[in-house]
């Protein structure tokens, strides 16, 4: 029997990515980076190949040579500057790099040369080049036209103001390349929810197609994706004045019934959880006491009539309640892309498709 696993709503998955794709009137650029943000990205890219994405994108060769084992034979971009040592491989995967320096693209063309995407810095000051000397890349990019160009924006999820100033340096830094790329792309989830339709050609959600985003006003609300559970393994009787798990930091202030499941954060649930998460059992809220260790985590289920092999959700959907990762992150001051990517660690994925478990991996 499972002892704790990550339930993976891919219908949630793609509900999400429609959506994003009705918002920005584009085609999708689906970043898969990260193992699809520890959702999976081989059953991600499946789930999504029927809304004909127009790329996938990916951060290391090494997801690509994952994606392209599976059969994935869409095009794969991969947003993380390659050492040109890296090239011959790219090419081998069919994977299409962004470029950003004269060096790069030299030994891009030189050493064969393909499809690449001109990065364009406007302000994350991360990869790519400085929109203001783009012109010094004109020559090169007159001998291997790039097919696209991008940019990157720093704080779309907080600031109309500097999207807009990205969004201009970006337009000035193309006119000083003569021809335009065919295809311009800069949007994260954030910045797809802000604006609509997308100005630029196709979009590179993230995080929203897992479940994160909406709220503070958005008109898009994500599907919730990831859905953690754990097993009830052991209940005790704790005295008023004892103290549960390391360090003693939380203590009985009276007689309690404290439940332990079989989950800590070498699965994912992240530590910052220590008496300020709260979980799912049996249809009611049982509060996270003491430390989140490696591989248990204790709740207090004093009134709560479980039993030993009992299931608790710790993130997502259970029954008529929610445990939602924005809310769950917000209160501990998390990232929720932190807690998603965590979630691979140990506990097992599980794979839910119109409502049913289609496949565990
Ligand atoms: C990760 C990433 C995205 C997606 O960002 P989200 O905030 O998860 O939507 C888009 N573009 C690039 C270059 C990225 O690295």
């Given at each position: 029997?499972q002892?704790?696993?990550v339930?993976?709503?891919l219908d949630?998955?793609?509900h999400?990515a429609?959506?994003?794709?009705?918002r920005?009137?584009?085609p999708?650029?689906?970043?898969?980076?990260?193992d699809?943000?520890g959702?999976?990205?081989?059953?991600v890219?499946?789930a999504?190949?029927?809304?004909?994405?127009?790329?996938?994108g990916?951060a290391?060769?090494?997801?690509?040579?994952?994606?392209r084992?599976?059969?994935?034979?869409?095009?794969?971009?991969?947003?993380?500057p390659?050492?040109?040592?890296?090239f011959?491989?790219?090419?081998?995967?069919?994977v299409t790099?962004?470029?950003?320096?004269?060096?790069?693209?030299?030994?891009?063309?030189?050493?064969?040369?393909?499809?690449?995407?001109?990065?364009?810095?406007?302000?994350m000051?991360r990869?790519?080049?400085?929109?203001?000397?783009?012109?010094?890349l004109?020559?090169?990019?007159?001998?291997?036209?790039?097919?696209?160009?991008?940019?990157?924006?720093?704080?779309?999820?907080?600031?109309?103001?500097?999207?807009?100033?990205?969004?201009?340096?970006?337009?000035?830094?193309?006119?000083?390349?003569g021809?335009?790329p065919?295809?311009?792309?800069?949007?994260?989830?954030?910045?797809?929810?802000?604006?609509?339709?997308?100005?630029?050609?196709?979009?590179r959600?993230g995080?929203?197609l897992?479940?994160?985003?909406?709220?503070r006003g958005?008109?898009?609300?994500?599907?919730?994706?990831?859905?953690?559970?754990a097993?009830v393994v052991?209940?005790?009787?704790?005295?008023?004045?004892?103290?549960v798990?390391?360090?003693?930091?939380w203590?009985?202030?009276?007689?309690?019934r404290?439940?332990?499941?079989?989950?800590?954060?070498?699965?994912?649930?992240r530590r910052?959880?220590?008496?300020?998460?709260?979980?799912?059992?049996?249809?009611?809220?049982?509060p996270?006491?003491?430390r989140?260790?490696?591989?248990m985590t204790m709740?207090?289920v004093?009134?709560?009539?479980?039993e030993?092999?009992?299931v608790a959700?710790?993130?997502?959907?259970a029954?008529?309640d929610?445990?939602?990762?924005n809310?769950?992150?917000?209160?501990?001051?998390?990232?929720?892309?932190?807690?998603?990517?965590g979630?691979?660690?140990?506990a097992?994925?599980?794979y839910?498709?119109?409502?049913?478990?289609?496949?565990?991996?």
């Open positions: 029997m002892r704790a696993w339930e993976v709503d949630a998955v793609v999400n429609t959506s994003i794709q009705r920005s009137g584009k999708l650029l689906p970043m898969v980076k990260a699809a943000y959702m999976g990205a081989i059953e890219c499946r999504l190949e029927p809304l004909d994405p127009w790329a996938f990916i290391a060769l090494a997801e690509a040579a994952e994606l084992a599976a059969g994935i034979a869409r095009r794969i971009l991969v947003f993380t390659l050492l040109p040592s890296d011959p491989e790219a090419r081998r995967l069919s790099p962004t470029l950003g320096t004269a060096d790069a693209i030299r030994s891009w063309i030189d050493s064969g040369g393909g499809a690449w995407h001109l990065g364009v810095d406007t302000g000051h990869a790519g080049v400085e929109w203001w000397r783009v012109g010094e004109a020559a090169l990019a007159a001998e291997s036209p790039p097919e696209g160009a991008f940019t990157h924006f720093h704080s779309a999820d907080t600031n109309d103001a500097s999207l807009e100033e990205q969004q201009m340096r970006f337009r000035l830094s193309l006119e000083q390349l021809a335009r065919r295809i311009l792309h800069a949007e994260n989830s954030p910045a797809v929810e802000r604006q609509t339709p997308s100005p630029w050609d196709v979009v959600p995080v929203f897992y479940g994160v985003g909406g709220g958005s008109r898009l609300d994500p599907a919730p994706v990831a859905h953690l559970r097993r052991e209940i005790h009787e704790v005295n008023g004045g004892e103290s798990s390391y360090g003693a930091t203590r009985a202030p009276g007689k309690r404290v439940a332990t499941l079989a989950i800590g954060y070498a699965d994912g649930y910052l959880f220590s008496s300020l998460g709260q979980v799912i059992l049996r249809g009611r809220r049982a996270v006491v003491g989140v260790t490696m591989d709740i207090d004093t009134g709560i009539s479980c030993v092999g009992d959700t710790l993130l997502g959907r029954g008529d929610h445990l939602d990762i809310q769950m992150c917000d209160a501990v001051d998390l990232l929720p892309y932190e807690l998603l990517v979630l691979k660690l140990r097992p994925r599980v839910v498709r119109g409502g049913s478990i289609a496949a565990a991996e």
